[in-house]
């Protein structure tokens, strides 16, 4: 079972789960897992928020929040409180329903999904053997949700920013799931637990993780670009679109649903990364092997934590893309390159078995070079026809 | 190539994140109720009364002569002349009142008064818990002193005071005048009177 530091959670639930009588040990066992994960990831959220918005601060050069508590680490509270006293309108065309149950069907998703990730070793909640297909099948659900809530709201932007968000999601879907098939190939599995198994040896002192191979690369870029297409974060907001359509779905929302709609898009940013985490970058493996003696978890929530600042990082670098430059980077970019990727991770499996001396250094140099020119040839062509001139105006000159 | 603007743009605001706790020169916010930014020269929003020496009742420069009552255009200020025993004016305002809450800034008051007696405040925090009574200013919150206006405003304070002195100095002078004139018109006629006896 590994050193009991590592274990302390898993040990914890079974002293817990032995002074429970016989017949409820089931039930007890599915909330000692679930109550964990909802308070660990809610709780992430509330921190996220704030260092959110003290990032985004200094990126641009302001203090962010910093009234609320020491340096405004208090600030996630006064929100929370703010977002549950105020009034709950429910437009009078809404369809009620529909409109009260949307927030709930996006957070039901998404902290259904959270079971199958593997936050620590022997800590999946639920160790399926087809977790991948389920992780992306309850993912899917989300886009249900936003569409319920911008049909249901009876308003031109909510439906406008519903149609995007469905567009949106439905199509990066596609570039998320080819990328990562050459895992799945890989490891041979569609178990989370084994993925992080696969990445579990190590070769120099280094681990072996996806990410530290030319098809691992290409393949965990493809899938953060993907992921924050589908966690609708920047550049790819635009069912949000404050600035055009206001805040798309989630205009008729106010009070706590509202609250809920945003919680339910930063755990599907967490989820996604958790996967991302998984997939690629070892899961709860810690990146040098001397490095062993840290306890599990605390590689899997570094790792989270870091991959939240990038996307925080990105957040305010990166302006909103539009409606058509964001298709045409999904099926023109996305697509092939999540295609050709396949091919490459197979090449590597296949020249494996390759040998000669310096095999390894040109079955790197062939594989990234077939990227590499696939990148560069793709992205000129994209970009060709486009000419970078003075602009014309018809009208306004 | 693509993604060269993206990784060019995370740099820069790579730059300023890590520069803005380096070098806090780079914040340009101001923590407000802790720090203030310095006036501005032409900075006004409602009127006060400015009052020269010691007493703020009796060194008002005010003579109630209601000018600014007539001209304000929506007309919130309000002055009642103070007057002795027998009824006879006393050049002083017994009641002067703004209220600053229609008050409109104006500074029509300010440009019409002839004694230099109201000026342009830049005192911004008054929030008030009563609206109609903590808004209407009445004399004694009004009347600052001159000193205060040089604070606030120290060029136009600066001219407003040189050209006070000017005029008190050319009005003595004409005071001065018309004594010396009035004494050799006494002597001249003191120097007639035998004559004509
Ligand atoms: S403030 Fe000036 S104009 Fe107004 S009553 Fe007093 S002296 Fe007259
Ligand atoms: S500033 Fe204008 S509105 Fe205000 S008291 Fe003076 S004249 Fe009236």
């Known amino acids: 079972m590994g050193n009991p530091v590592d274990q302390i959670f898993v040990i914890l639930k079974h002293w817990l789960l032995s002074f429970c009588p016989e017949g409820y040990v089931p039930i007890a066992s599915i909330l000692l897992s679930v109550i964990p994960i909802m308070a660990v990831f809610g709780g992430l959220f509330a921190l996220t928020t704030i260092l959110e918005r003290k990032g985004l601060g200094r990126i641009q050069n302001r203090y962010g929040p910093n009234r609320v508590g020491p340096c405004g680490l208090f600030q996630p509270i006064a929100d929370g409180v703010k977002m549950l006293t105020k009034e709950d309108i429910v437009p009078r065309a809404a369809d009620q329903v529909i409109h009260f149950l949307a927030p709930f069907a996006l957070i039901g998703p998404v902290y259904i999904a959270y079971s199958v990730l593997p936050v620590g070793r022997n800590m999946a909640a639920l160790d399926l053997d087809a977790g991948l297909l389920f992780f992306f099948a ?108 206001i805040a798309g779905y989630m205009v008729e929302y106010s009070g706590f649903k509202f609250a809920l709609f945003f919680l339910g898009e930063y755990l599907g940013l967490f989820a996604i990364c958790g996967l991302g985490i998984t997939l690629f970058l070892g899961g709860w493996h810690s990146p040098f092997v001397f490095l062993e003696w840290i306890p599990s978890y605390f590689w899997f929530f570094g790792k989270l934590m870091a991959m939240i600042f990038v996307f925080i990082w990105l957040r305010g670098t990166l302006p909103r893309l539009r409606m058509d430059q964001l298709m045409g980077f999904g099926w023109k970019f996305m697509l092939p390159m999540t295609l050709l990727n396949i091919l490459v991770a197979a090449i590597w499996h296949l020249s494996k078995t390759w040998l000669f001396p310096g095999v390894y250094l040109t079955r790197w140099a062939l594989c990234l070079g077939i990227l590499c020119a696939a990148y560069v040839w793709l992205g000129r062509s994209l970009a060709g026809n486009r000419s970078v001139g003075k602009r014309v105006y018809r009208f306004a000159d | 190539m693509l993604g060269e603007g993206i990784i060019k743009g995370m740099a820069e605001t790579a ?138 405003h120290s060029v136009e304070a600066a001219e407003v005071d040189a050209r006070l002195a000017d005029e008190k100095a050319k009005a003595e002078e004409k005071v001065k005048a018309k004594l010396a004139a009035a004494a050799t018109a006494k002597a001249a006629a003191q120097a007639a009177k035998p004559v004509a006896g």
């Open chain 2, 15 to 152: 730059r300023n994140f890590i520069g803005s706790y380096s070098d806090p020169e780079r914040l340009v916010t101001v923590q407000y109720p802790e720090e203030h930014i310095p006036a501005k020269q032409n900075a006004r929003n409602f009127p006060f009364l400015v009052f020269d020496v010691e007493d703020p009742v009796a060194g008002l420069r005010c003579v109630a002569c209601k000018i600014c009552e007539k001209e304000c255009p929506p007309q919130c200020i309000y002055i009642v002349m103070d007057r002795d025993d027998k009824g006879k004016p006393c050049k002083h305002p017994k009641v002067f009142d703004i209220d600053v809450s229609v008050c409109m800034s104006c500074q029509i008051c300010v440009e019409v008064c002839p004694f230099d007696a109201i000026k342009m405040d830049t005192e911004f925090e008054l929030s008030e818990t009563n609206r109609y009574g903590g808004l209407l200013l009445t004399k004694d919150r009004l009347s600052k002193s001159n000193e205060y206006y040089h604070k606030i």
């Open chain 1, 138 to 245: 309850v993912g899917a659900g989300s886009e249900l949700a936003i569409f319920m809530g911008g049909w249901s709201s009876r308003n031109k932007y909510s439906l406008l920013g519903a149609m995007r968000a469905v567009a949106q999601m439905i199509s990066y879907e596609v570039p998320l799931i080819l990328s990562s098939v050459p895992v799945i190939m890989l490891a041979g599995s569609l178990s989370p637990t084994a993925i992080v198994d696969a990445q579990g040896g190590h070769s120099h002192g280094l681990m072996q993780w996806h990410l530290f191979t030319p098809w691992g690369i290409a393949g965990f870029f493809l899938f953060m670009i993907a992921a924050s297409a589908e966690a609708n974060r920047t550049p790819f907001d635009i069912p949000e679109g404050e600035s055009e359509i």
